[in-house]
């Protein structure tokens, strides 16, 4: 099977940069994905790494070591409006259903 | 495009009664899942299908039934309804298997659902 390991909880202040990892074990890795899930609202899509190194989306960027099974996603200048969870999952299987972590919860302090 | 939708928004259910979560998606997405998020933790796949007439297992299948009639549709049945489903239920879409269109999905806003 397919698991995942994230911090539960991160706690950063405005202006600041954060660092959210992930370790993962699973059979047929095709890539790391992470979302992003603000209080009793639907988990958006940020970031997908499917081959080693950084990826970089705005403020956010997300990194894959295929070679260690781990990946980090990477929040700078933090606003008030990242407090939220966020989930990192891998596919696997035939049709590569997505298996998530159980996510960390991020809270940015003014 | 409404994108994913799901309804109703939230239900209250007695033991042993049976209902279905609807959810529909306008982006023409071959893929379509079904999660569920119980408190403090991730999501956790239900049921999904690639395709309209295809469906299968995820992790926690039982006490679920789904079907896809439709490109558009991807209902989930509860047959019989347990306390032990009471969660939050999330309808997700992609446009298909591609690698790294896969691994983008759409949310619905999600059914909360409460079983006494």
């Known amino acids: 099977g397919q698991s995942l390991e994230q911090p539960s909880e991160v706690t950063a202040v405005e202006g600041a940069i954060v660092q959210i990892n992930c370790t993962y074990q699973?059979?047929?890795?095709?890539?790391l994905s992470w979302y992003q899930q603000h209080d009793g609202g639907a988990p958006t899509f940020l970031s997908y790494?499917?081959?080693?190194g950084l990826e970089e989306t705005g403020r956010f960027s997300s990194f894959l070591s295929r070679s260690d099974s781990y990946g980090y996603l990477l929040l700078q200048e933090l606003q008030m409006k990242d407090s939220a969870s966020y989930f990192c999952?891998?596919?696997?299987?035939?049709?590569?259903?997505?298996?998530f972590g159980s996510g960390t919860q991020l809270t940015v302090l003014p | 495009n409404a994108g994913v939708t799901q309804t109703p928004k939230f239900q209250v259910l007695k033991t042993g009664q049976s209902m279905t979560l609807q959810c529909a998606q306008d982006?023409?997405?071959?893929?379509m899942s079904w999660y569920r998020q119980d408190p403090g933790m991730g999501l956790r796949l239900i049921h999904y299908?690639?395709?309209?007439?295809?469906?299968d297992q995820g992790e926690v299948p039982n006490g679920y039934n789904v079907s896809r009639s439709t490109t558009e549709d991807f209902p989930l049945r509860l047959l019989s309804a347990a306390p032990s489903q009471t969660s939050v239920y999330f309808c997700?879409?992609?446009?298909?298997?591609?690698?790294?269109?896969?691994?983008?999905?759409?949310f619905g806003p999600g059914t909360r659902l409460l079983v006494l």
């Open positions: 997700a879409s992609s446009p298909g298997l591609a690698v790294g269109y896969q691994e983008t999905q759409y």
């Open positions: 699973t059979s047929g890795f095709y890539g």
């Open positions: 790494n499917a081959l080693d």
């Open positions: 999952a891998v596919g696997s299987g035939s049709a590569r259903q997505l298996t």
């Open positions: 982006m023409n997405h071959e893929y």
């Open positions: 299908s690639v395709g309209a007439g295809i469906t």
